[in-house]
């Protein structure tokens, strides 16, 4: 096991839980109700729903944290995913269109996710948008850490389970929530809406007791993301006249993700009791997403400048080899000493705007129906299910450039780039000419599942108190088309026809960019294509290109067909028994599964589409076993230890093989293809926590993990011996080993013994220290942590909830992390002393680095009347960005502008 110290904060945090667990040793909380129980309850306001929370995580099998939903239609943030990044250990980013994205569970991103049990998926990945559905529309979402036997497989950081509303769930007769919510933000002013409806109604008839449940919603988003960027560090010894010994970007430039998107959502359920043992019941869930949007560039190749005057260097130097472009080269070439620079002014240069036009939609739909039976000792669920994804994106783009006399930049102006072109040019519609192709990137995906599953539990006395076991099987279709990137060249050649001269297009082909950049012109807007107009004129466009019109045909190499059946088997004995006079509990088990996989594709073999087809079959057995004792009232020690797995994505899979049989047999060729013999991906997890629980949903927790992962899949060229020739080939290939550790500290707390108003505050925090570090030396990233995982992540917050008040103030912090490695660059040694001076086989890659940073949310509500409450929100108070360097500080890459966002809400209830 890898060895880890904690660092002073932690190790005072551990000291402060040993002593508010004496502290609370004379308080006695009520026992928690058992988990189950919970779905049958109603949670009203901020602080039961926490408290709910507690007893779940508290009476799990598994290392569980839940967040549960306020009340009917109100889960505590605007998405699943904002929701997630204040669980202990989870880490998210920020989208380009302004959204908590991308959960990691402990460092790791394969999380199986299934909605009321059933595996969620979008198009033909393996992993679920979490944006795709409404928080409104759950009352709860259960973050599994450790392996279960009862857990669907698919997810070796863990599992995310998301629980939907049931009419059971509510009083008898009917129910209705309307639900609304409106939001604007700093960059874009535009207000954003969101609208819910639920209703629900819940009756006893002759043939036992019915519930219907309809719950409806509609979003609306419009969002702004301004980006500022420097382009890889080159020398200004090879580049043009007057900046030689200067580190110096390629290019400059930003960008703007500006449009909008909505979400339409509807699910319904209907149970049916006839007795008390038997309840049938059918679900069905639809999901939708469409996005219009542009990408607005603007952008200078400075490099390509007559001259650059006025070149600063700062103090961070160093040696490199340089080769004849300017860039990292291997050591057989000359040593430059470099130092970063600091600001430049580049003379006589190529400026270029562009607008990416892009369309998306995807489609999620659910149809599935059940009988559950309770008698006795047994109970038992059959579930049968269909699940459809379908996605399609557009994406057409056109760059036009002119010639512009000077732009000013500042290397690092504060942790970003800086970049000034004198009288905005590219704001003047006039002399623009048409540049580089004409570029159209569609594809499609699509995805069917069906599933059917049978789980039951049987009580039992005596050491073993009862059994879960059940079986499940899918059969799983997806396709994947796309055309081959790229299209017909510009006009008359690059940067030849003027835009202006293009009669064929409207006088409104150029536009005033929608929104401007801070970093670049001083927030001056520039001219670029209209989106509408490239959504909307394809076949205009294509033709003036010189190209035929309709769409390109999606090309065979690019696509592939899966068909993927699974089985899984598992059984878990729950144990109870009393060791010492403590009170010891516990499952242990396994789950076997089994998956047959066919998938076909197409290669290009010397010129020549040939059909490929792949099949597989793998088996795992995924054991685990847990123990919770309680050493004292209140007092846990846990510990669980399982196997968990993950299969590779299909596109990975696809057996596309492309190479040619070269000319020169004196060099060794080369081919790159798709690889149909991935393992799946495996870890072993281990968790150890104690946990102290006390008053009305208040708790202590401190936790250690350490997991181990091999068969990463990672690119990776071998040599492959065709038809008598070697061949280097790159394939995806299980080349990685990594371990992964950490410790946990987590704690809410409610002031119940402070005086009056004051007895309504609370407090809340956790804390969580990752060291991963990848063990297989042919890896890349070998000796480096996992990519995008910070070493330390924080939350804290303070609530209040009194006299009809309720309100949160939360932090949310990551520590600095590296978010992509881009091979060799030249760059200063990193903060960790490494040195790149040169780009040789073996040497370590450089990495694009983001820096720590927080955001502060805050939002408060009032119980106007029983039915009605007003909330208002306020997110990334902080104004929080996103900078990234490449290596080292003092050379940044870009600033994402993440926007501030202030709205109402409003929950009415009948």
């Known amino acids: 096991m890898k060895r880890f110290t904690l660092s002073p904060i932690p190790a005072a945090a551990l000291v402060t839980l040993a002593l508010a667990g004496q502290q609370a040793q004379a308080q006695e909380a009520p026992k928690a109700p058992e988990a189950s129980k919970l779905e049958q309850v109603v949670i009203i306001g901020q602080r039961a729903s926490r408290n709910a929370a507690v007893q779940s995580k508290r009476d799990a099998d598994q290392v569980v944290e839940s967040i549960v939903a306020d009340d009917i239609g109100k889960f505590p943030d605007n998405t699943v995913a904002e929701a997630l990044q204040r669980v202990p250990g989870v880490q998210t980013v920020v989208n380009f269109n302004n959204e908590i994205v991308n959960p990691l569970i402990r460092g790791i991103g394969d999380i199986v996710t299934t909605v009321d049990g059933r595996e969620m998926f979008t198009g033909t990945g393996r992993g679920f948008a979490f944006q795709d559905l409404p928080a409104e529309a759950i009352s709860r979402a259960d973050v599994y850490k450790s392996a279960g036997a009862q857990l669907v497989e698919g997810g070796v950081a863990g599992a995310i389970d998301l629980k939907l509303r049931k009419p059971m769930e509510f009083r008898k007769g009917m129910t209705l929530v309307i639900n609304g919510r409106a939001n604007a933000g700093e960059f874009e002013t535009k207000p954003s809406t969101k609208l819910g409806v639920l209703g629900s109604y819940r009756t006893n008839l002759d043939g036992g007791e019915i519930g219907a449940l309809v719950d409806i919603s509609y979003a609306d988003h419009h969002f702004n993301r301004p980006i500022s960027f420097n382009c890889d560090p080159r020398s200004g010894t090879n580049g043009p006249a007057g900046a030689a010994g200067v580190v110096l970007p390629t290019c400059v430039g930003g960008l703007t993700d500006t449009g909008d998107y909505q979400r339409p959502q509807v699910n319904a359920a209907v149970q049916w009791r006839p007795n008390k043992e038997n309840e049938f019941y059918a679900d069905a869930l639809y999901a939708g997403y469409r996005a219009k949007f542009a990408t607005f560039f603007i952008f200078s190749d400075i490099f390509a400048a007559q001259n650059i005057t006025n070149a600063k260097a700062s103090t961070d130097c160093f040696d490199a ?125 699509n995805s069917t599942q069906d599933a059917v599953a049978f789980s039951g539990n049987y009580e039992l006395s005596g050491f073993i108190t009862s059994i879960d076991f059940g079986v499940r099987g899918t059969s799983r279709k997806s396709e994947w088309r796309a055309n081959q990137a ?106 076997l599964v089994r998956s047959e996989r066919t998938i076909s594709g197409a290669g290009m073999i010397n010129g020549v589409v040939t059909p490929q087809t792949a099949s597989t079959t793998k088996t795992h057995f995924l054991p685990n076993a847990s123990a919770k004792l309680e050493v004292a009232p209140n007092l846990l020690v846990r510990a669980t230890a399982g196997v968990t797995m993950s299969r590779p994505d299909l596109g990975a899979l696809n057996p596309t093989l492309n190479y040619t049989v070269p000319s020169n047999l004196n060099i060794r060729p080369s081919g790159a293809g798709g690889n149909p013999d991935l393992k799946d991906q495996m870890s072993t997890a281990y968790d150890l926590s104690v946990e102290r629980y006390f008053g009305k949903g208040s708790y202590l927790q401190a936790a250690v993990y350490y997991r181990t992962l091999k068969d990463r899949v990672a690119s990776a060229s071998y040599p492959e011996t065709i038809g008598g020739i070697t061949y280097d080939i790159t394939r995806p290939r299980n080349v990685g080993k990594a371990t992964l550790s950490g410790l946990e500290l987590s704690a809410q707390y409610f002031l119940d013994f402070l005086p009056g108003a004051a007895s309504g505050f609370g407090v809340f925090g956790n804390y969580t220290q990752a060291d991963s570090e990848v063990k297989t030396p042919t890896d890349p990233l070998y000796g480096k942590p996992l990519l995008g995982v910070s070493k330390q992540s924080a939350n804290a917050g303070l609530l209040y909830e009194k006299f009809g008040f309720t309100s949160r103030l939360v932090y949310t912090w990551r520590s600095k992390f590296n978010e992509g490695q881009f091979g060799c660059e030249l760059v200063s040694p990193a903060e960790n002393g490494m040195s790149v001076g040169a780009c040789d086989p073996g040497v370590a890659p450089t990495y694009n680095r983001v820096k720590a940073y927080g955001r502060l949310d805050f939002a408060v509500g009032y119980q106007v009347t029983e039915q009605l409450s007003v909330t208002f929100n306020a997110n990334n108070l902080t104004g929080a960005k996103y900078h990234s360097y490449f290596q080292s500080e003092s050379f940044p890459h870009d600033i994402r502008s993440d926007d501030k966002f202030y709205g109402l809400s409003f929950n009415f209830k009948l």
């Open 486 to 591: 790229g299209g017909p060249n510009a006009p008359g050649g690059n940067r030849v026809t003027l835009v202006s001269s293009a009669s064929v297009l409207p006088a409104d082909f150029l536009i005033s960019s929608p929104n401007c950049i801070p970093q670049i012109n001083g927030c001056a807007h520039w001219m670029t294509p209209n989106p509408d107009y490239l959504r909307d004129n394809t076949d205009v466009l294509r033709k003036f290109y010189g190209s035929a019109v309709g769409d390109p045909a999606f090309a065979p190499v690019n696509n592939y067909d899966s068909n993927e059946k699974t089985y899984a088997a598992y059984i878990q004995p729950h144990y109870e028994t009393s060791l010492g006079g403590m009170r010891l509990d516990g499952v242990f088990g396994g789950r």
């Open 321 to 445: 080899h340089v080769d004849g472009a300017g860039f990292l080269g291997n050591s057989s070439l000359g040593v430059q000493h470099l130092c970063n620079g600091v600001s430049a002014t580049f003379n006589n240069v190529p400026g270029l705007t562009s607008t990416q036009a892009k369309v998306g939609m995807t489609d999620q739909s659910v149809l599935a129906g059940g009988w559950k039976y309770n008698s006795g000792p047994l109970s038992t669920t059959l579930d049968l299910s269909h699940m459809r994804s379908n996605n399609r994106n557009r994406n057409i783009i056109v760059d036009i450039g002119k010639q512009i006399s000077e732009v000013d930049i500042a290397v690092n102006d504060d942790g970003h780039g800086t970049t000034n072109m004198p009288n905005n040019p590219l704001g003047s519609a006039t002399d623009f000419r048409f540049a580089n192709s004409l570029f159209q990137d569609i594809n499609k995906a």
